[in-house]
């Protein structure tokens, strides 16, 4: 089945540790994003990243880093400048939108919840 | 700024029982508006909406988007305790651009 596997599901970070967060994707999509969700609050973008070797900034990239070494594969680094990582991270992808058109869905990973130690 | 409000922001309800969600916008750069369903993992597309007025149904659920007036509806008929989720509203402001609102939390009870 096509889809996006994130891992771990559950991660606990030390003071002043970088964890890394996995995501796989097999669906053949170009885009790929990173977001984080707390409660009351929206999903507010981390990074994302339209192709291979290329990504940007999204709204709160301060204490995070990405990379794109493979089309399946966007991995996300918290890094021990993130003062606050506690929360619930969600990996997408999409369709490239500027060959498919503008109005692409995204799909979705099952997400890490990271929490402090 | 570009923003995504939705409301009520939870909502209870028994079986049975139509529910009305809404979502409101105000972007520079409107291409589509998405309505996701999240339990507890990984957000569910639900619906893309594009064009005024055009209702898009799947069994229970369905949706409608005013373009003029900013805003769309998610309308859940016959509420079951399956239901029960976070449903999310995202605007496509731009080519890589989704901003989601806070979400409506729906509750339903047997």
């Keep these: ?117 | 700024e570009d923003k995504v409000v939705q409301s009520p922001l939870s909502l209870v309800v028994h079986e049975g029982d139509t529910v009305t969600l809404n979502c409101s916008y105000e972007v520079t750069n409107f291409r589509s508006l998405l309505w996701y369903k999240q339990e507890k993992k990984a957000p569910t597309f639900l619906f893309m909406l594009t064009s005024s007025g055009i209702e898009k149904k799947s069994g229970r659920l369905s949706s409608i988007l005013d373009k003029k007036e900013l805003f769309s509806i998610l309308n859940i008929t016959a509420t079951q305790t399956g239901d029960s989720a976070v449903y999310l509203c995202a605007v496509v402001a731009g080519t890589y651009k989704y901003i989601f609102g806070t979400g409506t939390r729906l509750k339903v009870l047997a």
Aim: aromatic share 12%.
């Design chain 1, 1 to 117: 089945d096509g889809g996006i596997t994130q891992s771990p599901k559950y991660l606990f970070r030390k003071e002043g540790q970088n964890v890394t967060l996995s995501c796989e994707q097999n669906l053949n999509h170009d885009a790929m994003y990173w977001y984080r969700q707390d409660p009351g609050q929206g999903l507010r973008l981390i990074y994302y990243s339209q192709i291979v070797n290329d990504f940007q900034k999204g709204d709160i990239a301060e204490g995070y880093s990405v990379s794109r070494e493979k089309k399946e594969s966007f991995p996300l680094t918290v890094t021990s400048a993130q003062k606050n990582p506690t929360a619930f991270y969600l990996c997408a992808s999409s369709i490239e939108p500027r060959t498919e058109g503008f109005n692409q869905p995204q799909h979705f990973g099952d997400g890490t919840r990271l929490s402090i130690l």
